[in-house]
């Protein structure tokens, strides 16, 4: 629940314009994530990759949604 709670955050923190705070975020709930396994990373990863969409990275959110 605790990485469930971080990506909320994250995701939270990302819709206010705070994305340097929002990628922290996200990578300590993908962090927690791990340790339950892979399948639950997927939406943290994502969320990094939608602010670096939304900031208009194109190419370091391609390799992020990969």
Request: with cysteine; charged share 25%; glycine share 14%.
């Amino acid at each position: 629940m605790r990485a469930a709670a971080l990506h909320n955050l994250g995701e939270a923190l990302a819709q206010v314009g705070e994305y340097d705070e929002a990628r922290w975020q996200l990578r300590r709930a993908i962090g927690l994530a791990r340790t339950l396994g892979p399948g639950r990373t997927a939406m943290g990863l994502v969320g990094i990759a939608e602010i670096s969409r939304h900031l208009g990275h194109d190419d370091q959110c391609r390799g992020e949604y990969a």
